[in-house]
């Protein structure tokens, strides 16, 4: 498999030890990490045409991948 955009590591390179740190010691933080990453593969294998799928699931999914993103954001620029 090509390699996935938007990983977390690649979002926040910056922030490797500080994401590894609150998926360690923060449970909330674990979960929203976990969910990118689903929301992240599945629309991976969305656009690699591996799964097909409607333009509105598409679309669903990109949207909750943005709020994950957001969210994580915050909780890592309040962590720093």
């Known amino acids: ?47 690699a045409e591996i799964e097909p799928t409607s333009d509105a699931h598409a679309e669903d999914l990109k949207k909750q991948r943005l709020a994950l993103q957001d969210e994580i954001a915050a909780m890592l620029n309040s962590n720093r």
């Open 1 to 47: 498999m090509a390699h996935t955009p938007f990983e977390l590591a690649d979002l926040f390179p910056d922030d490797a030890a500080l994401i590894h740190t609150l998926k360690e010691g923060n449970a909330h933080f674990a979960k929203l990490a976990d969910q990118h990453h689903h929301v992240n593969r599945a629309i991976h294998r969305i656009e």
